[in-house]
């Protein structure tokens, strides 16, 4: 009881970007525990700079802690193309962070920004959080390195520095988060404590919209394929790609795919000589994302790497039937909820989609049945999964 009495009532200052962090700032901020946010810049619409990515609730943008600086440096170093770019930005970020070290019984700290808050707030006596959000630089590296040599490229991580940053982080800190079984293994991997290790999954505000959202009446002649995500190698776009070019060269006109997304250049080539049937629509905002998600028949999401793929999740909400990998970090059970297919494997992927598309009520039973499961998920919020998960931290720090 004591240790419960504790989490509900210890201070947290985090450190991290916008994305997970918004929605548990949210959260810490509404029982008056978020003391400090570090982060990149953060507006509620209004003021003279309001990047569109960097928004957030008005209460959040208060919150002490926001920096225009690594913004400004990040960009002039991505417009003059300088190497390692990230650098110009995350090591600001670090250095402000470790500047203004509030009074605070828990440092929750994600990406890269945070070792040197980490080091200086564990002489205060905090309890320190590293937020893994994506695989770390070996994992990725094992999971990539084949792929971009296909492609005649060699992988790397845009800053080996930052990388091993990232290590150095979850090495140093009491409790590591990961969103996904599949994260957190890779954790394991580059030898981080399995006790340390916590799952804390994701969550998308759009998932509460679409798991209640009425599917409409599908065309029984059409099996329609949806793809969202950043278009790109890491994300098995030349499996997607190849297969669907083989199933419409089969099946013609009764299957056909849409690509939601940004493309990154090294799809480039993919995306100019694109099949018959597969249209590319560039990015989409929520509310148009959200008639394809609940319009399309199967989602496919053949990523070689993945923390856990908020679209895979916005998928299974949708009750659309999902085709992806293991190393997506979803929580698809093969043949339950869902199919899971290897990785850089474009037969198999032919396959699975292939006995989907000649199987309909397979379709609807496996679109049901991922409704359900992210309908029973989302009755735990993101703060209150993360809340869990401090509990269990202090307890052992204790």
Known sequence: MHNRVLVRDAPVWMIGRNDQLRILAAHLAHHNR?????????????????PPARRVEPH?????????????????????HLPARNLYSDLPLSWL???????????????NYSLPAMQAARAHGMTIISDVTGQLAPVRYRQLA???????LRYREISNFLARRRIAEARFADGVFAPSDVVAAGLEECGIDPARI?????AS????????????????GITRLLYVGNISIAKGIRILIEAFRALRTRHGPSITLDLIGAAQPCAFAYLSKLPQGCVWHGAMPQAKLAEHLLSDDIFVFPSL????????LEAMAAGCAVITTPDAGSPITHQKNGLLIRPRDSNALIDAIQALHAAPARVQALGVAARDLIATNITMDYGTRSEAAYERVLAHHA
């Not at 978020?34 to 309001?50: C, E, M, N, Q």
């Not at 759009?206 to 409409?216: D, F, G, H, N, T």
């Not at 790497?305 to 895979?312: F, M």
């Open 146 to 152: 084949d792929e971009y040599h296909h492609h005649g």
């Open 34 to 50: 978020l003391v400090r946010w570090d982060s990149f810049w953060r507006h509620d619409g209004s003021g003279f700079l309001t």
């Open 60 to 80: 959040l943008s208060t919150v002490p802690g926001r920096h225009l600086l690594p913004d400004i440096m990040g960009k002039l170093a991505q417009k003059l």
């Open 97 to 111: 962070a470790l500047l203004h070290m509030p009074d605070a019984r828990i440092l929750h700290g994600q990406g």
């Open 198 to 202: 916590h799952l804390v999954p994701f």
């Open 305 to 312: 790497s993945e923390g856990s793929s908020l679209a895979v």
């Open 205 to 220: 505000g759009l998932c509460s919209q679409l798991v209640k959202a009425e599917r409409p009446t599908q065309n029984p």
